[in-house]
Structure formats: C-alpha cells, structure tokens
C-alpha cells in the first residue's frame, strides 16, 4: 500500500514515519502527478490557512478533490481536518469541501492551551494519547459521518465514508492504532475500488 503525505507544510515526516511504522510505504507528495500512484493520502496538521495557499500555489486544490471523489480514502489531521470539512464555521467557503462535517478553527484556544488527553477512540482503543495543538473540533456532522471520539462533549474525531479526520495530532505520539485503522480503509477502499 501506497500512503501519500501532503507534503506542502505541516507534520510531514512525523506522519511519513507512522506509515512506515505500520507496514506501508510512504511518499511525501510534492507534485500533482504523485496522486495518481497512490492508494491513501493523509493531509497533516499545520496551518490551515498557510497550506490553502500553497495547495492553490501549486495546483493541488482539483487534483485533491478529484482523489477524494474517486473513493480513495483521505485522513486529515488538525489544519487537514479543516481542508476537508464541507463548511468551516463563521467564513464563507470552505477548502476541499469533501466531508460533511462544520468545523470550528482554534476552538481549544491558542498554541498555549495546547494539551493532551487519554481519549476513547471506537474501533481503535480506550486510551488513545492525543496531542491538540491550535485544534479545531466538529461543530456539526452530517447523518452520515460516524462520530469516534469527543473531548469534554466536543467532537474531535470521525469518519464520513471513505475520509478520516481527528482534531488532534497523533503521529506526535507512538501509537500506531489509529494509522493502522486509516489502512484498514484504504485496504477496504481498494478492495472497492478494483471491483468497480
């Protein structure tokens, strides 16, 4: 299995570790016509804003969105939780526009309220250590996303389908359970996908 990396700006090589940690290959994206190789692709945390720019910089904003829709499976993390979101709350559009979720930016507060917490993640354990950075967190999900986890009744991950998304940062951890959940997907997805 092929695991892309956005790798624009953000978290890269701490997430390009974890898909290696857990079995597949990773490959750090720079270029639009790396999409094509690859069977996942992970959107790190950073800065959403920052990465926005870049994205349409280097012409990535079609080519992700064309990933999305073609059933490959995208998990975002933090700043790439905000890329996916269909609306982001209090501005006008959005980025990719790929999951039905609204997400509220920065809703932990600043950098200097960044924390950890113990969370119980569904079909991925009970104790998971999640890191939030400047995080943003689920306003509202769709009927069809499945909520996997809150944070003091605030939705901090769930899935939509073939997308992936946590407000926190776990590739800044050991924990390998939620990228290998992310590859059971993709293996799913690919699975669906060879049988179009």
């Given at each position: ?10 978290a ?12 597949a ?11 094509a190789?690859?069977?996942g ?11 926005r720019r ?37 501005q ?6 790929l ?18 917490a ?10 998971f ?9 689920i ?13 003091t ?14 407000a926190?940062h776990?590739?800044l ?9 992310f590859?059971?997907m ?6 669906k996908?060879?049988?179009r």
């Amino acid at each position: 299995m092929k695991i892309g990396v956005l790798a624009l700006q953000g978290a890269v090589a701490e997430h390009a570790r974890t898909v290696e940690a857990v079995g597949a290959e990773a490959v750090l994206v720079k270029h639009v016509e790396q999409l094509a190789d690859l069977d996942g692709l992970i959107l790190p945390g950073g800065e959403s804003t920052a990465m926005r720019r870049l994205i349409d910089r280097y012409d990535f904003l079609e080519p992700l969105r064309a990933f999305g829709e073609s059933g490959k499976p995208i998990f975002g993390t933090c700043a790439g939780m905000i890329l996916l979101a269909k609306q982001i709350h209090n501005q006008a559009s959005s980025h990719l526009g790929l999951m039905d979720v609204t997400v509220e930016r920065n809703a932990f507060g600043r950098q200097v309220d960044s924390f950890e917490a113990d969370l119980a993640i569904k079909d991925v354990g009970e104790d998971f250590p999640a890191v939030f950075i400047r995080a943003p967190y689920i306003l509202e999900a769709g009927d069809g996303v499945e909520i996997l986890s809150e944070n003091t009744g605030r939705i901090v991950a769930a899935r939509d389908r073939h997308y992936l998304a946590t407000a926190f940062h776990p590739e800044l951890t050991e924990d390998t359970r939620l990228m290998s959940y992310f590859l059971r997907m993709v293996e799913e997805a690919a699975g669906k996908v060879a049988h179009r």
